[in-house]
């Protein structure tokens, strides 16, 4: 198993709905979790991290961590056509020397006007 | 605000060639990492580096190696550029235990 592991999508979701966005890890991971956004073109910006169990809330978006199940999930509420953009798991992996940044490949969402 | 910067937005190289891709961040941030980011495959780890001089091997690490001589810049190298390392690469810093940051990428193609 891929130590971060995503959809790949892509995921529709009308204008208004709320998108729902998984990933899951293997134990090989830490538990310090990041979402990226990434528009076309454009290299990766931090939407949230999370780092314990349970939700973490940040104006539309929502964090959610369970360590039970090995997943941590991205709600977006109030989808807007500007949150079109791949939207990538990210968590961190213990190398020989220090932590590596790994990445799911990315879920593609699309919310449609 | 964090800045991570890459030399080139846009490189054409030929096949055979050494080719330098340079980022400097002015966070003094200890961490920094070389990924490629391809059409389906996401990003993948190249290289990553925890200290000057310090280097750890990422995912695909074939063809490329790396030099951290001061704690702002991470090189990547290309010792001789096939095509197949035509790709998009992003360099990012981060603190340990904390978000990394990206810089704008660099779009290399290698004719």
């Known amino acids: 198993q891929k130590e971060v592991e995503q959809n790949s999508g892509p995921l529709s979701v009308p204008e208004g709905a709320i998108a729902s966005l998984n990933c899951t890890y293997s134990d090989r991971v830490s538990q310090s979790f990041f979402w990226y956004r990434q528009y076309s073109g454009k290299s990766p910006e931090l939407i949230m991290s999370i780092y314990s169990n349970g939700d973490k809330e940040d104006g539309r978006f929502t964090a959610q961590l369970n360590k039970a199940s090995q997943y941590v999930s991205l709600l977006i509420r109030d989808s807007q056509p500007s949150d079109s953009a791949t939207y990538l798991c990210?968590?961190?992996?213990?190398?020989?020397?220090?932590?590596?940044?790994?990445f799911g490949k990315g879920t593609k969402l699309s919310v449609i006007p | 605000d964090v800045k991570v910067t890459q030399s080139s937005r846009y490189l054409v190289k030929r096949t055979g060639e050494k080719v330098f891709l340079e980022c400097v961040q002015d966070m003094d941030h200890e961490n920094m990492f070389w990924y490629r980011q391809d059409p389906g495959l996401g990003l993948r780890l190249i290289y990553f580096?925890?200290?000057?001089?310090?280097?750890e091997k990422g995912d695909i690490p074939e063809g490329y190696s790396v030099s951290r001589e001061k704690k702002e810049r991470f090189s990547l190298i290309l010792e001789s550029a096939s095509t197949n390392q035509t790709s998009m690469y992003l360099c990012a810093s981060k603190r340990s235990n904390t978000e990394a940051f990206f810089g704008q990428g660099t779009r290399l193609t290698v004719v």
């Open positions: 990210a968590a961190l992996v213990r190398g020989a020397g220090s932590y590596q940044l790994t």
């Open positions: 580096s925890y200290d000057v001089k310090m280097k």
